[in-house]
């Protein structure tokens, strides 16, 4: 459950009775927090008299539900706001992988020229061959960081596992929770200390409880700027290379509060069909979509065969942003 | 692979060429064919100098490939057309199961005061359990037949099993196979032989190659009016009944030429997400959109939580519509 | 609920009374029995007085629940028994397709020298493309219905859809239902009707729920023999044709009363690990195994990856007749 | 590719080629390997005149390959051996997470009584919610090399991220890297550095060819004790928590070298049939099998419905000896 604590109750305080009720404590909008364990439905031994509110919830899915916060979550990167009332669908683009500064550059113009804000580029790659390019590492976050300075970008890279989550967190302006780590408790507990949003994507094979409840890892330990990106589940199915579930995103839209970024890119796999697939899913209403592209992707070194052409992401920025505005959305 | 005979070849000798080369043969849009499996990779024995334009296929997607025909089809429901350069929507209202001749006319009014054209509703019910509703059967059938003298709409409804194929094909305009039923040789060679369109719904467990190989039993047998109906897929997830796969629609636009029509009540399962499962499904470009709807969803007899009220079905109009229009498509 | 009638009850009264309260009625192990749907929970109006025992039901499982029944039904195929306290294994060999009497001779005679009993074979193949063999048909059934009468064979086959199941069950001993027919209610309800065992595989989109419930369409219409066969069920793995679902087969054996045989060959698509699974599958103590075996499977026209050769088939005997005895069972 | 090098390649001189060559660098059984992506297909340039014998592969699937190395690898955990020609199934046991002393030493005692060697007990628990018991930690380690020293036992546990990676090395006997974990890079490089058998478990959304790519991670870093575990994988099923796959460990038997074990208890995730799924693994002659148990599953702080009491799992024992006996292995 979660108790909001009477404003006659300090910080330390609330540290105090979280420890004593083996709870979680965030200071959230001003006020402060417990997090028990959704099991337990009545206000813990000690806490009478010390609360305000409370929130009972039949499972794990807490400071992430609408029950807790109706509204959605706006979270701002960089000067771009997301969520909230603001209508926006952050257009998100970039190749797969940052391979060299010429290819990034030039991903960093075609943003630019479309009064687009940000960036992402994959530098610790999870592939799942050793034998694959591993990506650039260290060398490509400064290719980002070079990026934000000289263009004034905002950066979105991928942590890949814990043992370079302080990197990627020092160099990105979003960190992005990839596929294959969003169990890892390594870097949503990290993830949940720092004051930058964090872009958690869901895994292939995970359920939508248990995609909400990775959230609450980093939500629970005191950061509140989540979003959750559904990037295509595996099924049976393997014309194309992934399944986007968008019956899930409707799911998410009803009944929790955080942003949703859609990315199907990597979802289908192709670059055919990435126009319509992305018409789709901002007709949603969602707040930001993902799309990869690179310079020349015959050359790319990761994920060739979905990566769009510059020329086709400029086309898709033009099919979508009618579509966009049909729902009262904005591409920004 | 598919040879398109000469003009000075006869429809009774085609007929006879086919049999000698264990072929089909159909006569489609004024020439006449033969169809051999994809394995046959060049001109059989016999037709040498008989044969106009031929087709090479991977595999047994070959009527319905666009590489046999580039365009979509042409289908006509009554007076209202689809596929083809019509750039129509259909939108196909009506409840899970015909249960009263009230309920029923309800449904057509509310049609009709949309200026909406085709009305769906089972008689048959394609049930799991021996113990659940089993559907009003012919005298569900006689219910559409008066709908549609009553009120000159079209009506879709569903075969259950070859046991009642010809009933179905009899009183409707349109024939639906059901995800359940969509291996059933017994109906597809049925529906091959009518001059109806043939509605076909993947299966829950079928793969895109598997569903178009099912339309090739209609095409192939002589009937060129087959519409492809998504209708969700069964994957790991279930906080939503089925996952409804737009990837997969993706790969059936690019790659077959047969209409398309969704249906997101039955992928989703509830209510609450169909309005913007609807706008996604629509933003993609799409032939046709299959909505359930009941007078008084909490007394229906089937599928009670994902059927729509009037009042929502009204509003899901509304906003389908704009949506629509922004990729060049008319709800109709 | 179950309703079993008081022995006063006649069996003509016992049938007024079902159409009255809108039950099913049954006659079993010679008694009167009355089924309605599981959301039933106390005794119909008009039956107070008439009942000798009742069960009620958490979900539409519910002849076949061990609720119900405590011990495994009987099953006899010709002179063998299976279920019950029989500890027998039926092993039940033979091609993927009849194809020539020449072949289902080799098939039967292998059969003969192993002490086997049970012959199978398809003569309507449930194929996914029109283009690919279809089976020999009628014919087939006559050569399957002279295999029983020159070697005494039991002869088990599929019924593909309601349009030939009348044939299927005059020619055979065991009246097949295949994965893709599993939903079929106009053979469900034909196999109701018929005093011959039904074996029903799993669909392989199916849930163990729905595949139960299929048994009670049969169960409930009167045909108290039906074997379950689980055949693979579809996931995201593709090395592999299918996932033989052995965690099912632990569920369906704790909560269901009824006989059940397994299908690796279907499961795994290729021979070369056949041997390993029939040996898993046996540990499990099973009713029975269908085994795809061909004379010479590289000329096989359906299946040709996963038959195995007369002399695999062999050696698979050997090797699951021990594993069969650790278990207490004995392969017949 | 991989490529044994001559005899007259020293060591360094070997390290210094695969630098060159981009390739990684082994020594296995006592000769120097270089394995390339593989891609490549012929002798890299530089290494012609230095190569005793060459492998090419068409998938990244090359050092854990029968085509490499025919027989399985033999592993030993302390005095046990497992894999090449030992026919050992080693029966590995205890609770889901170390809970206290008392629990701990009741689950060595049993072990002991058995006979048996290898003790399972998780301390960091990869939870999927934040508000669930994650595991004692350092001081479950501390506790599990406790049981070591007092009885004699080998300890296998988990390792959750790359944050804990050294301790759990430090404490265990064989490093086990959970289903969550197993796409993590940083994990996988660690244990790729150490001289310790690692229990590499299948994600439960992860096909066949990664799963054995992520075992190529460790094998291609110079760890060659690889033991491939399968625990299920997540299906549409949800009668039970997942869907054990033995047509895939069918598919790992013939086609790697690396020893199996498989894990029903977390397949099934109920008590009731853990035994006779227990009898299917064994039978398929595998070479470890790994049982949750608990002095009192009741109290259990996870995983409760899925562990054994100390009397089924000695039922257990009693059950799987004559079948492993049947394929002619011992349980150790």
Redesign the interface.
Same mark, same amino acid.
């Given at each position: 459950m979660i108790l909001k604590l009477a404003t006659t109750v300090a910080k330390n305080e609330a540290s105090a009775l979280a420890e004593k009720a083996k709870a979680?404590h965030i200071t959230y909008q001003g006020s402060e927090y417990l %997090?028990?364990? /959704? /099991?337990v439905k009545s206000t813990p031994e000690g806490l009478q008299g010390k609360v305000d509110k409370e929130w009972v919830f039949p499972n794990?899915m *807490?400071l992430a539900s609408r029950e807790f916060q109706e509204e959605t979550r706006t979270v701002r990167i960089g000067a771009t706001e997301m969520g909230g009332n603001t209508k926006n669908t952050i257009l998100i683009g970039g190749p797969c992988s940052v391979e060299s500064e010429e290819q990034i550059q030039q991903s960093s113009a075609l943003l630019k020229s479309l009064n687009l804000t940000t960036l992402r580029g994959g530098c610790f790659k999870?592939r799942?061959?050793?034998?694959?390019f591993q990506g650039l590492g260290l060398e490509g976050l400064k290719l980002l960081a070079k990026m934000r300075e000289e263009h004034g970008l905002n950066v979105i890279t991928e942590v890949?596992?814990?043992?370079?989550v302080e990197q990627v967190i020092e160099y990105s302006d979003v960190v992005q929770i990839g596929a294959?780590?969003m169990?890892? *408790?390594?870097?949503l507990r990290a993830c949940a200390k720092i004051n930058k949003p964090v872009l958690l994507k869901r $895994?292939? $094979?995970?359920? +939508?409880?248990?995609f909400v *409840?990775?959230a609450?890892?980093i939500l629970?330990?005191g950061n509140d700027q989540v979003i959750l990106c559904e990037r295509? %589940?595996?099924?049976?199915?393997?014309?194309?290379r992934?399944? +986007?579930? +968008? =019956? &899930?995103v409707?799911?998410l839209?009803?009944f929790t509060n955080l942003p949703i970024i859609l990315d199907p890119s990597h979802? +289908?796999g192709f670059r055919? $069909?990435i126009e319509?697939?992305s018409?789709? =899913?901002?007709?949603? &209403?969602i707040d930001g979509l993902l799309i990869e592209a690179h310079p020349d992707p015959s050359v790319a070194k990761s994920d060739a065969a979905q990566q769009l052409t510059h020329e086709q992401f400029i086309q898709l920025k033009e099919?979508i942003t009618?579509?966009a505005?049909?729902?009262g959305y904005t591409i920004v």
């Open positions: 979680f %997090i028990t364990s /959704s /099991s794990d *807490q999870p799942t061959s050793p034998y694959s890949r596992d814990a043992t370079q294959k780590a169990y890892d *408790q390594g870097i $895994g292939f $094979g995970t359920t +939508l409880q248990e *409840q990775a609450e890892f629970s330990g295509g %589940i595996r099924t049976f199915e393997t014309k194309t992934f399944t +986007l579930d +968008l =019956c &899930g409707a799911y839209q009803e979802a +289908l055919y $069909g319509r697939l018409q789709a =899913c901002v007709a949603m &209403g099919k009618p579509v505005k049909s729902v």
